[in-house]
């Protein structure tokens, strides 16, 4: 990575941020988790910050960034671009504040996060919506800023917002101290790395011997391949399933605070199936409705090793979950667990072909969810797209032994492969 200077943040700042701040945003629980805590043999705690106004942390970050602002500029207006969580922050200070904003956010924004950010701004902001991620929406607002003469409200890259963020940590250490605990270790989800930078600048100051891991979805990795290339590098392409978190650059500024601190950091790729896994457990144990970026701190809870009787704090970073996702959760949720699989299936032009895949090849506690033939003409012909839910996910190799028996060609469509992607996705 280019030396590039910079002026680090220090907890000093933070503390002055959470002054500015308290007025306005107020200190969110640090829930004790008993099954999570049993579960893993830690004492494991979740920094709901789902419980904010807006659902999210984001709040912190725009609050405190905007809050700064000169009359001149307030004036002039801010722009903001996000995934959502960040533009609902945008949208609460706009509208308090008295001052027009405009926000531009991805084409895949959840329509919940839509109808968010129009209720926290109100009149005082327009919605934008424009190209397929954060990145292209990021493009296009900063384009628009500088058309304008507006302000860029960063949602990471920036030093306030990073500021602002690391309000969580100040208040995860008042609160475990009230309680009598030290922090050992603290799971912090990662898109941009403005959380991540903030919470680490306090702690590094505040509990300096805390260690933090950096959650990510293994479909938008940006920090992992920052570390490999030494410096932000633009993924190809993101998962936009964790949509919070679906970022393809990290940010510089705040790439820079994590670099610095990289030795106290571990960094974890956790699969989009097993975010969807811990939102449906959050839901059902605990009564939490998390968002994808928001289950990712538990989800990355599940696959590390820590030392035994560890104090966790994992930050439930936002609860901005449309309800009309959750099949899209259950399914993979289902593949992730080894449930739910597919498979094209070419059945022969005889009779009973159709009943002996159902008797012959199926167990007796094996479901058929999806059917569907996939030529477009003569659909009763040819392949068909088959999805079947285990009973149990060991039972899957006794089916592919019946597969293979049988004279129906069967073809198993692995998860993860290309031709999984283009036949099951789409």
Request: net charge negative.
């Amino acid at each position: 990575m280019n030396d590039v200077a910079y002026e680090p943040v220090h907890a000093s700042d933070i503390q002055a941020a959470q002054a500015r701040i308290s007025s306005v945003i107020a200190p969110t629980p640090l829930q004790y988790c008993p099954r999570l805590s049993e579960e893993t043999g830690h004492s494991v705690y979740l920094k709901r910050e789902d419980l904010q106004d807006v659902r999210s942390y984001k709040i912190r970050g725009a609050y405190y960034a905007i809050s700064n602002l000169s009359e001149e500029q307030r004036s002039a207006g801010i722009v903001a671009a996000s995934a959502g969580n960040h533009a609902q922050g945008v949208a609460y200070a706009c509208r308090t504040m008295g001052m027009p904003g405009k926000i531009f956010v991805p084409t895949t924004t959840p329509k919940q996060k839509r109808d968010r950010i129009a209720v926290h701004g109100g009149e005082m902001v327009e919605l934008v919506m424009v190209g397929s991620n954060f990145d292209e929406a990021a493009q296009a607002a900063r384009e628009d800023a500088e058309e304008r003469g507006a302000t860029m409200i960063e949602p990471f890259d920036a030093r306030d917002t990073v500021i602002g963020q690391g309000t969580v940590a100040a208040e995860i250490l008042s609160q475990l101290t009230a309680l009598g605990k030290n922090l050992d270790t603290v799971i912090v989800p990662v898109g941009g790395g403005g959380l991540l930078a903030g919470i680490t600048s306090y702690l590094a100051d505040m509990a300096p011997r805390a260690a933090l891991i950096a959650a990510e979805p293994a479909g938008a990795a940006s920090l992992a391949a920052a570390f490999e290339n030494n410096g932000p590098v633009t993924l190809e392409s993101v998962d936009s399933f964790v949509d919070g978190a679906a970022v393809k650059r990290i940010g510089r500024f705040p790439y820079q605070v994590i670099d610095a601190n990289q030795s106290r950091i571990h960094a974890v790729s956790c699969d989009e199936g097993a975010v969807a896994t811990e939102m449906l457990n959050l839901y059902q144990s605990e009564g939490i409705i998390a968002e994808p970026a928001g289950a990712l701190s538990v989800a990355a809870l599940q696959s590390v090793n820590l030392p035994a009787g560890s104090t966790i704090a994992c930050v439930i970073s936002g609860g901005n979950n449309d309800v009309l996702r959750y099949a899209e959760v259950m399914e993979r949720s289902l593949v992730h667990r080894g449930l739910k699989h597919y498979f094209l299936v070419n059945f022969p032009q005889e009779p009973g072909q159709l009943r002996s895949f159902l008797t012959d090849i199926l167990g007796p506690d094996d479901d058929v969810t999806l059917f569907e033939y996939l030529k477009r003409n003569n659909r009763e012909t040819g392949a068909a797209l088959v999805g079947i839910e285990l009973g149990d996910a060991g039972d899957l190799g006794g089916l592919l032994e019946r597969m293979e028996a049988s004279k129906i060609k069967c073809e198993y469509l692995e998860p993860g492969t290309p031709e999984y992607e283009f036949v099951v996705r789409t």
